[in-house]
């Protein structure tokens, strides 16, 4: 319940930090290559991607997925 509280409040609070076209792109192309990563069942490098992804462009699924990845640990 903690995590998911502190998941939405970084929802709510994240700023966007895209600065262009050329960002959201990398950090959708970040995003896709974390999903076939998983699917691979490669949680380490899925999630490295992720965290990358967010970075770029903190969305609300990049930022579930890295939820995800923290529960795992």
Same mark, same amino acid.
């Given at each position: 319940? @903690? /995590?998911?509280? &502190? !998941? !939405?409040?970084? !929802?709510? $609070? $994240?700023? &966007? /930090?895209?600065? =262009?076209?050329?960002?959201?792109?990398?950090? %959708?192309?970040?995003? %896709?290559? =974390? /999903?076939?990563?998983? &699917? +691979?069942?490669?949680? +380490? $490098?899925?999630?490295?991607?992720? /965290? $990358?992804?967010?970075? !770029? %462009?903190?969305?609300?699924?990049?930022? @579930?997925?890295?939820?995800?990845? +923290? %529960?795992?640990?």
């Amino acid at each position: 319940m @903690i /995590r998911r509280a &502190a !998941l !939405l409040s970084l !929802l709510v $609070a $994240a700023p &966007a /930090r895209a600065e =262009g076209p050329a960002v959201g792109a990398q950090a %959708e192309a970040l995003f %896709e290559r =974390g /999903r076939a990563l998983l &699917a +691979d069942g490669q949680w +380490d $490098a899925a999630c490295e991607k992720f /965290r $990358a992804s967010v970075a !770029l %462009e903190p969305t609300a699924s990049s930022l @579930i997925k890295v939820a995800r990845c +923290d %529960e795992r640990a």
